[in-house]
């Protein structure tokens, strides 16, 4: 397993190709910068030498058995591959490969149906349900992201379980919060991500996700299901708002700013959820009393790893 590598291994064994490309060494030697993937993390690796053949082998989302071995470069674990065979996908364990949810995904699924059932409004519960009758299964496999926060398998699910949880939570301290209309917007604020996403395999953006983004999409879907649902009124209306308005501000992608308190609360969630996952995953390979790398979503801090105090 990746995470259990240290500087002079042997690399014997298969692993999803998440990214690939191809670049120059100083001396003009052709080289191909790799990201292998298996369900414990990933290692950046190099391939020497490279030639046309490697880069069909290479591509993103093909599974390789591979032999090389690990070294420190810099501080960082980095993988030489000696050589490659691409493998059939039907004749390899595809979940040994894919990043794990740190959370069971039966567990996970328990939660959602938890909160899904909780909702009240007659207006939210038919949204609800026919948008997850329509992409459910996408939903419970992808991830949330194609790095930085739940980059994993079943990420969005359980980024959109965590936030139904602080939503659930924050609902008892606002008692003036509506809480059908919070919780459905967080059970759908990132469903456009069932489209933006090609799945949870070497996850890439599709067309859509690249020329639309997730908001758009997710707003068109809400919309869309309301168009064949004949919902109509001011339930839709929020349900849209929030989806649109989630990043809290539009230079973080949102066409509008959170006009509604349900809103306000759905951007801060998302945002608190987001950050703490992505500073999770800085932490997950750093001891005690050591700093993380400069982190790119907290303008490149370094963070911190205290000692845990009893």
């Not at 939210?124 to 329509?134: D, E, M, Q, R, T």
Request: include cysteine; charged fraction near 25%.
């Amino acid at each position: 397993m990746i995470n259990d590598l240290k500087d002079g291994d042997v690399m014997n064994g298969f692993y999803l190709v998440k990214s690939v490309s191809k670049s120059l060494s100083n001396t003009g030697i052709s080289y191909l910068n790799i990201v292998l993937q298996d369900k414990t993390g990933t290692i950046d690796s190099k391939k020497w030498d490279s030639d046309e053949e490697d880069l069909v082998t290479f591509t993103a989302g093909n599974i390789v058995k591979i032999e090389g071995s690990v070294l420190d470069y810099k501080g960082h674990l980095q993988g030489k591959i000696f050589s490659a065979v691409r493998v059939d996908q039907s004749k390899a364990n595809l979940e040994s490969l894919l990043i794990e949810s740190p959370i069971p995904v039966a567990d996970l699924i328990k939660e959602y149906k938890f909160y899904l059932d909780s909702v009240g409004n007659a207006d939210c519960k038919k949204i609800l349900n026919a948008v997850f009758a329509k992409y459910y299964q996408k939903f419970i496999d992808y991830p949330a992201a194609v790095s930085n926060h739940h980059d994993f398998y079943h990420g969005l699910l359980f980024h959109t379980v965590s936030m139904c949880a602080l939503a659930a939570q924050i609902s008892k301290l606002y008692l003036d919060i509506d809480y059908d209309i919070l919780i459905t917007g967080c059970l759908l604020h990132d469903i456009g991500k069932v489209v933006e996403f090609n799945g949870p395999v070497a996850t890439r953006y599709t067309d859509e996700g690249n020329l639309l983004g997730h908001i758009s999409i997710g707003m068109s879907i809400v919309k869309e299901i309301c168009s064949e649902q004949n919902i109509t009124g001011e339930v839709p209306l929020l349900i849209e708002h929030m989806i649109l308005s989630h990043h809290g501000k539009q230079e973080f992608g949102s066409p509008v700013l959170p006009e509604t308190r349900e809103a306000l609360l759905l951007s801060m969630i998302d945002e608190m959820d987001s950050k703490m996952a992505t500073l999770d995953k800085a932490y997950k390979n750093v001891g005690e009393g050591e700093y993380t790398d400069r982190i790119f979503a907290f303008d490149n801090r370094a963070f911190f790893k205290p000692h845990k105090h009893s």
